[in-house]
């Protein structure tokens, strides 16, 4: 059975920073690509960044970029998120999730039907 367990969410400042985890069991992630998504009360889940399956190719929203970086430790088992400069509107739940098919195109990374597991979120609040 596969399971993702992200973890270090929490609240933080404007401007902090977060490195959020993903472990995984019961798979093997260095065969899928990977991703990050966020929802926010009262809003669709948004993708945040995604990581191909040997963690050379990354991509993210443009509003993103500079602020989000995506790593995966392909030994353990594990993809990070770190982010900085955190501003309010990154409050959300961040779930991660692996891939069903594997591409490096960031078209298709962006897509959550791409996914078919992902973890239960962990909860960042950035206060003003």
């Known amino acids: 059975q596969v399971q993702l367990v992200e973890s270090g969410g929490g609240l933080v400042q404007t401007g902090d920073s977060l490195r959020l985890s993903c472990a995984a069991s019961?798979?093997?992630?260095?065969?899928?690509?990977m991703a990050w998504f966020r929802q926010a009360p009262g809003k669709e889940r948004e993708f945040v960044a995604a990581i191909t399956r040997n963690g050379e190719g990354t991509c993210y929203p443009d509003s993103m970029k500079g602020r989000f970086t995506v790593s995966r430790d392909l030994v353990g088992n594990v993809m990070y998120l770190q982010m900085n400069n955190l501003k309010p509107e990154d409050t959300a739940v961040y779930y991660c999730?692996?891939?069903?098919?594997?591409?490096?195109?960031?078209?298709?990374?962006?897509?959550?039907?791409?996914?078919?597991?992902w973890g239960r979120g962990t909860q960042v609040t950035v206060s003003s």
């Open positions: 999730a692996t891939a069903n098919k594997n591409t490096g195109y960031c078209g298709s990374l962006e897509d959550l039907r791409l996914y078919d597991y």
């Open positions: 019961g798979r093997d992630l260095s065969n899928w690509p």
